[in-house]
């Protein structure tokens, strides 16, 4: 069989494409008519940067979801390596050496092979669903920390807050790579460190969840302790699955190496947001609302957590959206260094590593994950950009 | 002022024992030992062997005190070995021990052996900040003067055709680490594929003699990415002046355009950049790591990924040192450059 | 540029329109808006906030913004079209013919360039001159505005001045090219009353020294009586009426003016015999403006097929000196007939005493320096000094004062959120000094309650109005279910007169005069006894702050509660307390009902602060008083009398006695007392600074 041509491999991507196709069809239709219902998320589709963005990043979220989620995009499996194929260019008809080859396998490389002579499209496909599996929810977990420690020392400021802000600024001094190499390797894992750490972090979300409820329902003791035993019950068995490996029921378990790379990130992350959270808490306190709240003797967490938090949505959501643009760069970042992730692994900063090697020559095994990142992250600031635009309008 | 300094300082000096104290920590846990022994010694050393050799080389002591004699403000270890051999931190190879001096840490100058490059720390480090030094100034050169025009021209007229331009240029460099535009640019500049050739996809022989063929992209690699976040501060900075009440008094005075931005918005919008600027150092340094690598330029950067990358951990941990300590400086400049720059703040 | 002579009106404007435009719709701002100034005259231009007078000055210096557009009508300014001038001969005329002077003096300055640099720039562009002659130009100005030390004030740069020295700064500014016309956009609005009062002498003065015409804009009736010679009242984006200051005061003919006068308190005005008519409904949106006329709604003499047909011209008075009205029924009104009689009140009889403070004392410890601190040491900051009074069931005590008088650290520690240094505030019997908030039982809570001041910050932005009203039944553990809480809302809501859908509603939904009638339910969801109203009407249009207060009056009559009702505004103050209690620096300076503040002997700063308030009566005659300087900062008070710095009468104590001790409380007449040192007999020299003259 020839090689394709490059117009034919371009026609055959966008058909591999068609369910995320139809899934950015039916979220923008659905969207938009219903736009005047949705508040800022509605809004966003008056702006047109905000779209452009909107569309960026959910183009990755489905190919993330179906083709690493559900197997569909992928044209061939991504570890498989096939010699023949090796640093063969775009468009090329697979072929196998060893075994026998599989009738119902793709018929092309659409996107060339690697050095080991992988298929570079199916891995730039499932790379997506590297980054939108980790990304998001160490932004989350990040936010959750930040949130937790930048109420408090925003709202009391004092010693509290001197310390506190002392530590983050310790973090936020160390070059982030440094740290990096420090904590995901594997002699560190092997103190289990990270492991502490995680334990320490991921008690965040509950401590937020458990102090959300019982602030806003503490007048109402039935109630609270509902909202706050399903929290505890949930909460603490996650946490001993995902933290210490040790869900009593073996459900829930996360692998090791994940684990380091997602709390690197998540402490990186954490002082920034810290310090965004207490900047706005130290600005919205002195609002009257607050002190409205004072005077009739609401405590401390349900002023921080129902009447300042939600009135700084506007600028944390922005920086939410900037947040998983950075968490896919130092993703990406580790990958390139080969920090944390298995060498064979196909998330974009270990391939964009293993094709700088021979740049000179053959440029289709770094390119794709390059263009990837890079349309993932700016459609996440777009996104942002658009998000802050219309907040600020009304 | 003397005392706002005084005080800085001294959150600065806790500051970076606490953070060299992590990472001597982080860089002396027995995982790291082990691996360290086995490369100096013998891949097949038995548990006990390892141990004795740590013993031997004064790597089991608490760690506080191991911390204390790497700082200096603790007598370096003397150990007699049991063939009657005293070995010592400060104990140099042909020297007696009686003639060794009871203080070798880093505040006496001595930073330790590099077991990669065999070499003295100090001489590495010193060699290595002259290089990147080197690209670092080329880098501040190019990026902040763009940064600043860039934000500036976007910033003085918000909403403008031109601002929008400028803005989706802005954002789309801080969308692109170092890793991608590298990449990006040796394959369009460098490669054979592309063939226009017009630089080097490596920067190793700027290393003695730079020009612009061989030193261009890492600089720009590495400038691109912190331009469009200076840039875009710098424009959100301009533009929230141009709205202030002072701004229209001006213009209302009859004073034309270009002087309205030159006189009166310049400086107050300046501000806040100014200190964008001066945080940005420890992601350049992230930039410095990346580029150094990619380019194969071997300076600081590149010095650290050997270091972590091969367990070396005295130059390791003299490479933290002076990358906390160049932060932590800079963020000071930062915070006396701000009471200067902003008359609000008066200092008695 | 030469300035040129001319001697025809400096300034006409003619059937101006002013729209902007946003991605949705054409918002007009200003429609078919005329008015003329003459050579040395001042206009005033009065209007609720949004009703587009400052539109109309900032049309007139053509700076409308990316998306304000002149839409119909000229503006010609000595005779020639500004419409048609080029950017160069527009800033030819701005800074050197026309001035501007705005509201916020802080704001308006340069932070980072020295007063001086700021002052010689506008002869320096503007005719070319050295700058030596600038500064020495501009240190003849300074001088002129009448600020202490002119060589250093040209070297500080702004935040290093208070805020009535910046304005003069600004006014400086504004005169440095001797323009032929000075706008000013509410200027004094941000300023204590006794700097207003300063401020405005010195407009008035420096305009007539310079001859310069002004365009007054303000909301102030009161001030436009003092300062200018023309009025011009705006509403929804139309001017109205327009004519003399005594033509338009004291035969107005048109409905909103007249409305206007009857809804905000002059001097006569009384809660129980003669409340105040508040203007029914609300400002219309720009966007939802009825046909016909603008304030037809809301108008008393409105006829439907007449006022609702067609656009409404402007139609001169005759026998008038261009008088002019936007009102279709001027013949068939009867303009002298008395107010419709409002529902009139038995004054209530003020109960036992619910609330006592003795001797409270409050005072702070500040870092001196609050950037850099530590070093130099604390300062003790005295915001209360020995506070004495007290309050009973179903009285209003008015609470006066300007900013930094200690007003609201008294409230602070009243609600618990600070705790007292000294003395005892006593509750029912019960002592609440020491007791924060938190360790508050909910039944004190829910008694002692706050209403604030800005009712764009006293609702949650991210919770339903019903909700928030829901909370605080919550927390003060009334109802049961959640139903019945809902229900307790619901009758909160009509408590404060507001319809039942708005539980639904965000707050941004609601206007500002709705928002502070939540404000007041919230308080009142404990059935609370105390409540603390702090400026709850002062950033209110006029036309709302009549509504409001009633509204209090109304629910402190049916549930007897005691107010504490703290304002600076003293027309408002007469004309709903029982008890006055007047502040200065942290120090009770004097205490008595409201008839014996009001009137002789006063202390010295009472004297003062009556004559600074503007009234908008023609008939009244104030004694002229003007204090110099600044309030002190409560970081450095004087030694002594706190008063003495500004005080006109320290000349009459003998032997310096202010400078040395501050002054013992003494009882004039029963329940009236007064912190000062001037002999009985001073007192009793001492004049009305009001008179009303007979009609």
């Not at chain 3, 409050?362 to 870092?367: L, R």
Request: glycine residues 8%; contains cysteine.
């Amino acid at each position: 069989m020839d090689a394709l041509s490059w117009s034919d491999i371009i026609l055959r991507m966008l058909e591999q494409f068609t369910p995320v196709w139809i899934a950015l069809i039916v979220t923008f239709v659905l969207s938009f008519s219903f736009k005047r219902h949705l508040g800022l998320y509605g809004k966003l589709f008056d702006s047109p940067i905000g779209m452009v963005g909107y569309a960026m990043v959910m183009f990755w979220v489905f190919t993330g979801v179906f083709g690493g989620g559900f197997d569909m995009i992928v044209t061939h499996d991504v570890l498989a390596q096939s010699a023949p194929m090796k640093n063969k260019g775009p468009g090329t008809a697979f072929t196998q050496l060893m075994g026998t080859p599989d009738p119902n396998a793709y018929p092309y490389y659409l996107l060339g092979g690697d050095n080991l002579g992988r298929d570079v499209f199916s891995r730039m496909v499932v790379g997506a669903w590297e980054v939108i599996k980790i990304a998001p929810f160490a932004s989350l977990f990040a936010f959750m920390v930040g949130i937790t420690l930048g109420l408090p020392a925003g709202y009391y400021g004092g010693k509290l807050d001197t310390f506190l802000s002392f530590l983050a600024n310790l973090i936020l001094a160390f070059p982030v790579i440094l740290l990096f190499y420090l904590l995901v390797t594997p002699e560190i894992v092997l103190t289990g460190i990270p492991v502490y750490m995680a334990a320490v972090l991921f008690l965040f979300p509950i401590v937020f969840l458990v102090l959300l409820w019982n602030s806003r329902y503490h007048t109402q003791p039935s109630r609270r302790n509902v909202y706050v035993g399903i929290t505890l019950v949930i909460g603490l068995w996650l946490y001993l699955g995902i933290a210490w490996d040790a869900d009593p029921l073996g459900l829930v378990s996360f692998p090791p190496n994940l684990l380091v790379v997602f709390v690197a990130v998540v402490f990186v992350n954490s002082p920034t947001v810290f310090r965004i959270v207490r900047g706005l808490t130290m600005d919205i306190k002195t609002r009257d609302y607050v002190a409205a709240a004072q005077t009739r003797g609401e405590r401390p967490w349900y002023i921080m957590l129902w009447e300042i938090l939600p009135n700084a949505r506007g600028p944390l959501l922005v920086d939410f959206c900037l947040r998983i643009g950075y968490t896919t760069i130092l993703l990406g970042t580790l990958g390139f260094f080969g920090l944390g992730l298995s060498p064979e692994s196909p998330d974009w900063g270990s391939t964009i590593n293993d094709g700088r090697k021979l740049l000179t020559m053959y440029l289709h095994p770094a390119l794709p994950p390059a263009f990837a990142l890079l349309s993932l992250v700016l459609g996440l600031n777009l996104l942002a950009d658009g998000l802050r635009e219309e907040s600020l309008r009304d | 002022m003397a005392m706002f300094i005084l005080r800085r300082v001294g959150v600065m000096i806790l500051t970076a024992l606490c953070l060299t104290f992590i990472v001597f920590f982080l860089t002396n846990l027995y995982p790291n030992l082990e691996k360290l022994a086995k490369t100096q010694g013998d891949f097949r050393m038995s548990d006990e062997e390892v141990a004795s050799y740590l013993g031997r080389n004064g790597y089991l002591q608490p760690m506080a005190v191991k911390y204390g004699q790497w700082l200096g403000v603790v007598p370096g270890f003397v150990i007699e070995d049991r063939d009657g051999v005293t070995r010592g931190q400060c104990i140099e190879a042909g020297t007696a021990p009686e003639d060794a001096p009871r203080f070798c840490g880093i505040l006496q100058g001595d930073w330790g052996y590099s077991t990669v490059f065999r070499e003295d720390v100090g001489k590495i480090l010193n060699d290595k900040l002259a290089l990147t030094g080197k690209l670092m100034f080329w880098v501040m050169v190019l990026m902040v003067p763009s940064a600043l025009i860039l934000g500036i021209l976007a910033g003085m007229r918000e909403g403008s055709r031109t601002d929008r331009t400028l803005s989706t240029i802005a954002i789309t460099t801080t969308a692109t680490p170092e890793y991608v535009s590298g990449v990006l640019f040796i394959a369009v500049f460098a490669s054979t594929a592309v063939g226009l050739k017009w630089f080097k996809g490596t920067a190793t022989a700027a290393m003695d003699g730079a020009n612009f063929e061989n030193f261009f992209l890492p600089v720009l690699t590495i400038a691109l990415y912190g331009m469009g976040y200076i840039a875009r501060m710098t424009r959100a900075s301009m533009a929230e002046v141009m709205t202030a009440q002072y701004i229209r008094t001006a213009r209302l005075k009859g004073v034309s355009f270009p002087n309205v931005v030159m006189k009166h918005a310049l400086r107050n919008a300046l501000i806040a950049p100014f200190t964008v600027i001066m945080l940005q150092f420890p992601w350049l340094l992230n930039g410095v790591v990346i580029v150094e690598t990619l380019f194969n330029y071997k300076g600081f950067g590149w010095t650290l990924v050997q270091a972590a990358g091969n367990n070396d951990i005295e130059l390791l941990l003299g490479v933290s040192v002076i990358s906390v300590v160049v932060v932590l400086v800079t963020q000071l400049i930062s915070d006396i450059g701000y009471v200067y720059l902003n008359p609000r703040i008066s200092v008695r | 540029m030469a300035k040129l002579d001319y001697d025809g009106p400096i300034l006409e404007i003619e059937n101006l329109s002013i729209s902007f435009f946003t991605r949705l719709r054409e918002i007009p701002a200003v429609m078919d808006f005329s008015v003329t100034v003459q050579p040395g005259e001042a206009v005033g231009l009065v209007g609720e906030s949004g009703c587009g007078k400052s539109t109309v000055a900032l049309g007139v210096m053509r700076d409308l913004g990316v998306n304000g557009r002149i839409v119909g009508g000229t503006v010609r300014f000595k005779g020639r079209d500004l419409g048609d001038m080029s950017a160069a001969e527009l800033r030819d005329i701005r800074g050197n013919e026309i001035a501007m002077i705005y509201q916020e003096p802080m704001a308006s300055l340069n932070p980072a360039m020295r007063i001086g640099k700021q002052l010689i720039e506008v002869p320096m562009i503007h005719e070319g001159i050295s700058e030596a002659e600038a500064l020495a130009r501009a240190l003849e100005v300074v001088r002129d505005v009448k600020l202490p030390d002119p060589e250093r004030i040209m070297r500080s740069y702004p935040h290093q001045l208070s805020g009535g020295q910046q304005q003069r700064i600004v006014i400086a500014m504004a005169l440095m090219s001797k323009p032929s016309l000075l706008i000013l956009d509410e200027p004094t609005t941000a300023l204590d009353v006794t700097v207003e009062a300063a401020v405005v002498e010195l407009v008035k003065d420096l305009g007539k020294k310079y001859g310069t015409s002004m365009l007054f804009i303000s909301h102030n009736l009161g001030l436009v009586l003092e300062t200018c010679d023309r009025i011009c009242v705006m509403y929804s984006g139309e001017a109205v009426e327009t004519g003399s200051i005594r033509d338009v005061f004291d035969k107005m003919q048109h409905p909103y003016t007249q409305a206007l006068f009857r809804s905000i308190p002059l001097p006569g005005a009384d809660k129980n015999t003669r409340p105040l008519k508040a203007i029914p409904g609300n400002f219309p949106l720009p966007h939802e403006r009825p046909d016909g006329c603008n304030f037809g709604p809301r108008c008393d003499y409105f006829r439907a097929g007449l006022c609702d047909k067609f656009d409404i011209p402007m139609v001169g008075i005759k026998g008038d000196d261009r008088h002019f009205t936007r009102c279709l029924r001027i013949d068939e009104i009867d303009w002298h007939a008395p107010m419709e009689a409002m529902a009139q009140h038995e004054a209530t009889v003020p109960g036992k005493v619910v609330l006592k403070m003795e001797n409270l004392k409050k005072y702070y410890e500040v870092a001196a320096n609050a950037l850099f601190g530590g070093s130099s040491g604390k300062k003790v900051v005295k915001a209360n000094e020995t506070l004495s009074f007290e309050a009973r069931e179903s009285e209003t005590l008015a609470i006066v004062g300007e900013s930094g008088c200690g007003k609201s650290t008294f409230a602070k520690v009243l609600m618990g959120l600070e705790t007292a240094t000294e003395g005892q505030i006593l509750l029912d019997n019960r002592n609440i000094e020491q007791v924060p908030i938190e360790k508050r039982d909910t039944q004190t809570v829910a008694d002692v309650q706050m209403v604030f001041q800005n009712p764009f910050d006293t609702l949650n932005p991210s919770m339903t109005v019903g909700r928030q009203i829901i909370r605080a039944l919550e927390v003060f553990g009334i109802g049961d279910t959640d139903q019945a809480r809902r229900d307790e809302m619901l009758r909160l809501l009509d408590l404060v007169k507001l319809p039942r859908e708005f539980a639904e509603r965000m707050p941004r939904q609601l206007s500002g005069g709705q928002k502070q009638r939540v404000g007041i339910a919230r308080a009142f969801a404990g059935g609370a006894r105390i409540v603390v109203a702090d400026e709850p009407v002062s950033a209110l249009d006029v036309s709302v702050q009549a509504a409001v207060t009633d509204l209090l009056m109304e629910i402190q009559r049916k549930q007897k509660t005691t107010l504490l009702f703290i304002s600076h505004d003293l027309s408002i103050v007469r004309y709903l307390s029982d008890r006055v209690m007047v502040m200065y620096l942290g120090h009770v300076v004097e205490l008595g009902t409201t008839e014996q503040v009001f009137a002789p002997p006063y202390h010295p700063y009472t004297e003062a602060l009556l004559s600074a308030v503007p009234i908008a009566d023609t008939r009244i005659t104030k004694k002229h008083i003007v204090l110099e300087g600044d309030v002190p900062s409560a970081m450095n008070p004087p030694p002594g009398c706190p008063f003495q710095t500004r005080c006109r009468w320290k000349a009459q104590v003998p032997g310096g006695l202010c400078e040395r001790e501050v002054p013992p409380v003494r009882e004039l007449v029963p329940g009236h007392q007064v912190k000062c040192h001037l002999s009985q007999e001073m007192f009793d020299r001492m004049e009305p600074v009001i008179t009303v003259a007979a009609e």
